[in-house]
């Protein structure tokens, strides 16, 4: 009975030092925990502070534009929407191992989790009512929608602590846009430019109260044609009606380029005596621009850049 007494302390005593040992090593860890704290910041969002890491690596952009935004800042998104099947030239090799999710009213929750996302940032406008969702699969950050894309780009580098990135971005574009406007004033000077998306049958016209029309005119410098309604941001028009609006210059550009009606109405189009009577038709000075490629003008940093090469080119004797 004694040494079955003496046997039950000894293990008692051994169970007591075991659960020491354990609670020490959950202090540790707890302090451990504790550490990894700093590897955490809280940033602003329209849903109030959110805590997302502090180095987030694989980031998901929920926006046709929050990509090109991201990969300015030097950050390529691991998934995002694409409303082309292709990505821009100038994307193609940096988004080469990037998801495609494609684009819907709904994000796609699966292609989502599956990317494996650190951090999700997406505008409120539209992503707002799957926050729960989303915020389920990664701290996701709430952005409000802006009037400017430069401002989306500050919002974007403030969540990401990129803001030298950011300002460093539109200062080079700005630089760049007011280079390209010298030249072309010098190429162009006071001759008119129209810009016209091919609709399936109809035309689309673009001023300047709309960022693609705006880049164009107002940025770039070109001329509009005098008898565009100057508070209009676009003119939907006929072949019938093209000859009213008979500039020195035209930009052209498929609204989609695999579509057989636009295809159509573009052949049509070039096989009108309307569209050979054209001024800038017979000048040689009508230029084909890939419509993937300026889907985001006016509203990307990049998409702007590419265009200034892009018009710059065309307008430097590469005509169509």
Not at 48 to 56: R, S
Request: hydrophobic residues 40%.
């Amino acid at each position: 009975m004694r040494q079955l007494r003496t046997g039950i302390a000894f293990c008692t005593a051994a169970l007591l030092v075991m659960v020491m040992a354990a609670c020490s090593n959950n202090a540790g860890q707890a302090k451990v925990e504790a550490s990894t704290e700093t590897d955490f910041r809280l940033v602003n969002s329209e849903n109030g502070e959110i805590k997302i890491p502090a180095h987030p690596a694989r980031v998901v952009g929920l926006s046709v534009v929050y990509p090109e935004f991201l990969q300015a800042l030097g950050i390529t998104p691991v998934a995002v929407q694409n409303y082309q099947e292709e990505f821009p030239t100038y994307l193609q090799e940096p988004f080469k191992d990037t998801l495609k999710m494609g684009i819907a009213k709904t994000p796609n929750f699966e292609m989502i989790l599956s990317s494996n996302p650190d951090i999700i940032l997406a505008p409120a406008w539209w992503a707002g009512k799957d926050y729960d969702q989303l915020s389920g699969i990664a701290p996701t950050v709430l952005l409000p929608e802006r009037q400017d894309w430069r401002d989306e780009l500050k919002d974007i580098a403030e969540v990401l602590d990129k803001k030298e990135a950011a300002e460093k971005v539109i200062q080079e574009l700005e630089a760049q846009e007011a280079e390209a406007k010298l030249k072309l004033d010098a190429l162009v000077g006071n001759e008119t430019v129209m810009y016209m998306m091919v609709m399936p049958g109809s035309f689309v016209l673009y001023g300047d109260q709309i960022d693609r029309g705006k880049f164009i005119h107002t940025t770039l410098g070109l001329e509009m044609i005098p008898n565009f309604p100057a508070k209009d941001p676009s003119l939907s028009i006929s072949l019938e009606k093209l000859p009213e609006y008979n500039p020195d210059h035209l930009i052209l550009q498929l609204n989609n380029e695999d579509s057989p009606e636009v295809k159509q109405t573009y052949e049509d189009m070039l096989n009108s005596p309307l569209w050979k009577n054209m001024k800038a038709v017979k000048n040689n000075q009508v230029y084909m621009m890939a419509g993937k490629d300026w889907f985001n003008l006016g509203m990307s940093p990049l998409a702007n850049r590419y265009a200034i090469d892009a018009v710059l080119g065309a307008f430097g004797g590469n005509s169509k």
